[in-house]
């Protein structure tokens, strides 16, 4: 019996797919590689020294996607693919929501059909309407505020639809807060295409010399120096949370949802300085206009994945960050080597 893990090329699918094959999983991915890159398969096998069937297509593809349920006897389903910039997501919003949406359908539709119903699904802290005081519940309001956030919050609103039409289905609902950081063998980590849009990415390609100054936006909040506040969380710890979860929708029936953060807060300008001790180099900053939609504070009540399932972080920033800067060391092109084609 296997588990499936879509989108499993990338930042925190290999991490969690390691993880998997390291708790005696066999696991199969499906990634189209829009936003990831083939070789952290071969790192995965690498890692674990255990092999892993590859599926290069995407969610829309329904006669592929069927297939793979026909070829293998599939347990489970963590879905991870999905497009996630904010940003992008406001330009193309027809794009995100045919392939986050249309695409979570299609794979809902064809698990429904080989009677497989149980599925941790890649949320994000993004589906919490504004909250600037203390650590968010899993109870708080929810609200979007961009086509990528609405994605996500459509998305858990169909798999509640889908348990009350259906109560033998089990659905994990995980909301990430800030991942980061990489696995210890610096062998994975996180790639993204072209100047990164979040902050440790770009702090680790100013620190080794690939951009010249972080841009902080902003200094001005009402935080303990002004700079924004986020919940940075060990992207292992959130892949050990997933096979927690996934030991919960093998168990049960029901659809739960789990802030995955440490319920610690860090600043930008904290982010910076614990950086540059962990790395030794100068991170050389400007502070800039706010950028639009950030909030000022963001941090997680991780009590309830706690109590529910047996799960906390335990990696701490400065271990975050010296993983990142060694992952940046020996990948100081991602997954791109000089010879293969810039993606
Ligand atoms: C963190 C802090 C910025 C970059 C995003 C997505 C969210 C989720 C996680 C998917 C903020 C500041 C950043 C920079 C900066 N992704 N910053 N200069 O915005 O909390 O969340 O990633 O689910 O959906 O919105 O993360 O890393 O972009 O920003 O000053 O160049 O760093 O203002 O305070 P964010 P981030």
């Keep these: 019996m296997a588990i499936l893990v879509t989108g499993g090329a990338g930042y925190i699918g290999s991490h969690t797919c390691v993880e998997l094959l390291n708790a005696g999983y066999e696991v199969i991915i499906i990634d189209n590689l829009y936003n990831s890159n083939i070789e952290s398969v071969n790192r995965i096998r690498e890692i674990t020294k255990k092999d892993i069937k590859f599926y290069p297509t995407d969610l829309i593809d329904r006669d592929y996607l069927e297939s793979v349920f026909l070829e293998n006897k599939i347990e489970a389903v963590i879905h991870f693919a999905g497009y996630k910039a904010v940003g992008e997501s406001v330009k193309l919003p ?3 929501y045919h392939n986050n949406v249309t695409g979570t359908i299609n794979l809902c ?37 961009n086509p990528y956030g609405r994605t996500k919050l ?17 659905i994990s609902l995980l909301r990430y807060f800030n991942p980061v950081g990489a696995h210890s063998s610096g062998l994975i980590g996180e790639d993204p295409q072209g100047i990164p849009n979040n902050l440790l ?22 935080t303990l120096d002004g700079t924004g506040v986020r919940d940075y969380i060990h992207v292992v710890d959130l892949a050990l949370g997933h096979l927690k979860a996934i030991e919960k929708v093998l168990s049960t029936i029901g659809v739960n949802a789990y802030n ?15 950086f540059e001790k962990v790395s030794g180099k100068n991170i050389a900053y400007k502070i800039v206009n706010r950028r639009p939609g950030d909030l000022a504070i963001c941090y997680a009540d991780p009590t309830k994945a706690k109590a529910e399932l047996n799960w906390a972080a335990i990696r701490g920033i ?7 800067w060694q992952w940046q060391l020996k990948n100081p092109h991602g997954y791109r ?5 810039k993606k």
């Design 94 to 96: 027809l794009d995100y």
């Design 109 to 145: 539709r064809i698990m429904q059909k080989y009677n497989v119903k149980k599925m941790v699904f890649s949320s994000s802290a993004t589906v919490y309407d504004v909250y600037e005081r203390g650590a968010i519940c899993e109870d708080f309001p929810l609200k979007a505020y």
């Design 318 to 324: 400065e271990e975050m960050c010296k993983d990142a």
């Design 154 to 170: 459509m998305i858990e609103e169909i798999l509640r639809d889908l348990y009350v039409s259906d109560d033998s289905w089990s």
């Design 201 to 222: 990415p770009y702090i680790s390609n100013v620190a080794i010399g690939k951009l010249p100054e972080l841009q902080v936006f902003g200094n001005d909040y009402p």
């Design 337 to 341: 080597t000089l010879e293969s084609p």
């Design 260 to 274: 995955l953060g440490t319920g610690n807060g860090y600043s930008v300008l904290e982010m910076i300085h614990i």
